[in-house]
Protein backbone atom coordinates (compact mmCIF):
# COMPACT_ATOMS: atom_id res chain seq x y z
CA UNK A 1 0.00 0.00 0.00
CA UNK A 2 1.17 3.58 -0.66
CA UNK A 3 1.00 6.28 2.03
CA UNK A 4 -2.29 7.32 0.43
CA UNK A 5 -3.51 3.92 0.68
CA UNK A 6 -2.52 3.29 4.48
CA UNK A 7 -4.36 7.62 5.10
CA UNK A 8 -7.41 6.20 3.21
CA UNK A 9 -8.12 3.29 5.12
CA UNK A 10 -6.92 5.06 8.02
CA UNK A 11 -9.83 7.76 7.37
CA UNK A 12 -12.56 4.69 6.91
CA UNK A 13 -11.46 2.82 9.78
CA UNK A 14 -11.43 5.82 12.32
CA UNK A 15 -15.15 6.42 11.07
CA UNK A 16 -16.70 3.03 10.74
CA UNK A 17 -14.40 0.23 12.09
CA UNK A 18 -14.03 -0.79 15.48
CA UNK A 19 -11.50 -3.46 16.26
CA UNK A 20 -11.73 -6.33 19.07
CA UNK A 21 -10.65 -9.81 20.11
CA UNK A 22 -12.98 -12.50 19.01
CA UNK A 23 -12.90 -16.13 19.37
CA UNK A 24 -13.85 -18.92 17.02
CA UNK A 25 -15.89 -21.81 18.02
CA UNK A 26 -13.34 -24.47 17.94
CA UNK A 27 -12.13 -24.42 21.49
CA UNK A 28 -12.76 -20.60 22.33
CA UNK A 29 -9.22 -19.30 20.71
CA UNK A 30 -8.69 -15.75 20.83
CA UNK A 31 -7.43 -13.50 17.89
CA UNK A 32 -7.79 -9.89 17.02
CA UNK A 33 -10.36 -8.50 14.45
CA UNK A 34 -10.78 -5.30 12.62
CA UNK A 35 -14.06 -4.96 11.14
CA UNK A 36 -16.02 -1.90 9.56
CA UNK A 37 -19.52 -1.93 8.00
CA UNK A 38 -20.97 0.54 6.36
CA UNK A 39 -23.81 0.90 3.38
CA UNK A 40 -21.38 1.73 0.35
CA UNK A 41 -20.62 -1.65 -1.42
CA UNK A 42 -18.16 0.04 -3.42
CA UNK A 43 -15.87 1.60 -0.55
CA UNK A 44 -15.99 -1.73 1.34
CA UNK A 45 -14.73 -3.61 -1.89
CA UNK A 46 -12.33 -0.52 -2.77
CA UNK A 47 -11.35 -1.14 1.04
CA UNK A 48 -10.43 -4.99 0.80
CA UNK A 49 -8.79 -4.32 -2.89
CA UNK A 50 -6.34 -1.70 -1.17
CA UNK A 51 -5.65 -3.49 1.65
CA UNK A 52 -5.37 -7.13 -0.28
CA UNK A 53 -6.97 -9.50 2.36
CA UNK A 54 -9.52 -10.22 4.74
CA UNK A 55 -13.21 -10.76 3.89
CA UNK A 56 -16.43 -9.22 2.68
CA UNK A 57 -19.38 -9.79 3.72
CA UNK A 58 -23.40 -8.78 3.08
CA UNK A 59 -25.35 -7.45 2.17
CA UNK A 60 -27.26 -7.93 5.52
CA UNK A 61 -30.77 -5.86 5.94
CA UNK A 62 -30.55 -2.39 7.69
CA UNK A 63 -31.73 -2.95 10.74
CA UNK A 64 -35.13 -1.26 10.61
CA UNK A 65 -37.45 -1.77 7.34
CA UNK A 66 -36.45 1.93 6.22
CA UNK A 67 -32.55 1.24 6.56
CA UNK A 68 -30.42 0.15 3.65
CA UNK A 69 -28.67 -2.53 3.54
CA UNK A 70 -25.18 -2.86 4.34
CA UNK A 71 -21.69 -4.82 4.09
CA UNK A 72 -18.81 -5.65 6.36
CA UNK A 73 -15.51 -5.89 5.35
CA UNK A 74 -13.66 -7.97 8.30
CA UNK A 75 -9.80 -9.00 8.80
CA UNK A 76 -8.99 -11.68 11.24
CA UNK A 77 -5.29 -12.51 10.16
CA UNK A 78 -3.43 -11.88 13.23
CA UNK A 79 0.06 -10.28 11.48
CA UNK A 80 -2.10 -8.86 8.94
CA UNK A 81 -4.15 -6.94 12.00
CA UNK A 82 -0.58 -6.13 13.42
CA UNK A 83 0.72 -4.78 10.55
CA UNK A 84 -2.11 -2.47 9.36
CA UNK A 85 -2.37 -1.10 13.15
CA UNK A 86 0.86 -0.66 13.05
CA UNK A 87 0.78 1.65 9.73
CA UNK A 88 -2.21 3.29 10.71
CA UNK A 89 -1.20 4.55 13.59
CA UNK A 90 -0.09 7.80 12.52
CA UNK A 91 -3.19 9.25 11.33
CA UNK A 92 -5.88 8.05 14.21
CA UNK A 93 -7.10 9.65 16.77
CA UNK A 94 -6.04 9.13 20.56
CA UNK A 95 -9.03 7.08 21.44
CA UNK A 96 -8.63 4.72 18.77
CA UNK A 97 -4.65 4.91 19.49
CA UNK A 98 -5.42 3.58 22.43
CA UNK A 99 -7.70 0.62 21.26
CA UNK A 100 -4.97 -0.37 18.62
CA UNK A 101 -2.22 -0.22 21.88
CA UNK A 102 -4.54 -2.57 23.37
CA UNK A 103 -4.58 -4.85 20.44
CA UNK A 104 -1.52 -4.88 20.20
CA UNK A 105 -0.54 -5.93 23.45
CA UNK A 106 -2.83 -8.73 23.09
CA UNK A 107 -1.51 -9.89 20.13
CA UNK A 108 2.11 -9.75 21.67
CA UNK A 109 1.26 -11.78 24.50
CA UNK A 110 -0.80 -13.93 22.69
CA UNK A 111 1.29 -17.34 20.91
CA UNK A 112 2.43 -17.48 17.24
CA UNK A 113 0.93 -20.67 16.94
CA UNK A 114 -2.10 -19.13 15.96
CA UNK A 115 -0.90 -16.27 13.60
CA UNK A 116 -2.18 -17.10 10.31
CA UNK A 117 -5.83 -16.57 11.98
CA UNK A 118 -9.18 -18.92 11.35
CA UNK A 119 -8.58 -18.58 7.78
CA UNK A 120 -5.13 -18.93 7.23
CA UNK A 121 -4.94 -16.02 4.59
CA UNK A 122 -1.61 -14.57 2.80
CA UNK A 123 -0.25 -11.92 4.75
CA UNK A 124 0.41 -9.40 2.00
CA UNK A 125 0.36 -5.83 3.95
CA UNK A 126 3.16 -3.32 3.33
CA UNK A 127 4.49 -0.15 2.03
CA UNK A 128 5.08 -0.19 -2.17
Given at each position: ?37 MTDED ?64 IDMSP ?17
Amino acid sequence: MTSEDIAWVAGIFEADGSLYVDKNGKGGTAFPCLAIGMTDEDTIQKLKTTIGVGDVQGPYPGATDNRKPYWRYRLRNKDAVEKLCELMLPWLSKRRTAKVHEILHFIDMSPRRYARGTRGETICIGLR
